[in-house]
């Protein structure tokens, strides 16, 4: 198998705190891939780590989602709702992996990936689908059942975005590494 890194953050992304859904990578690592750049089977690597604070009392929940597609818009990927610690976290770190793997290629909304991998990892959030159960820690994401996400069309050049969302604007979070690497 044949890796090759395709992008590496230089920077880092904004730091976000509205209680919002918005951009988390460093514009300049914000990568187009060509047209037709996926086949079935096709898999890319995405990477990153950064730091992220939560409140005690309304920690709220954070999201990660990956968009591909002209625009860059479209959601191939969303770990959903990850609870976060109702104990204050400044500052601390988080790691995130996933790897989606083509699964079906075309135009409209026909390509489309499933992902894999270990999710999101940080003391920052609890690890559990629950607020309420579990440690906190290592929450594999997506939440809940894993399952094929939107399609995109790859017949035309695909823009590669991560958004980040928290849903209340106590916290903040950071993306301090980004890489992104095509594993075949």
């Known amino acids: 198998m044949s890796v090759e890194t395709i992008v590496v953050g230089a920077t880092d992304g904004p730091t976000l705190t509205a209680a919002a859904r918005a951009s988390c990578i460093p514009i300049a690592n ?54 976060l610690n109702i104990v204050a976290k400044t500052t601390v770190p988080w790691y995130f992996e996933t790897i989606l793997v083509c699964r079906a290629v075309g135009t409209g909304t026909s390509t489309t990936f499933f992902p894999t991998g270990p999710g999101f990892q940080s003391e920052a959030i609890v690890g559990s689908p629950l607020p309420s159960a579990g440690g906190n820690g290592t929450l594999f994401a997506p939440v809940g059942t894993p399952a094929v996400g939107a399609g995109m069309d790859n017949t035309a050049a695909s823009a590669l975005d991560v958004f980040f969302t928290q849903t209340v604007a106590t916290g903040s979070f950071t993306v301090h590494n980004y890489v992104v690497q095509v594993l075949n």
């Open 30 to 83: 914000r990568i187009v891939l060509p047209n037709n750049f996926f086949y079935i089977g096709r898999a890319i690597k995405i990477t990153m780590s950064g730091r992220i604070s939560c409140a005690v009392t309304t920690p709220g929940t954070a999201r990660l989602d990956i968009c591909l597609g002209s625009a860059g818009t479209t959601i191939v990927y969303d770990t959903a709702a990850l609870n």
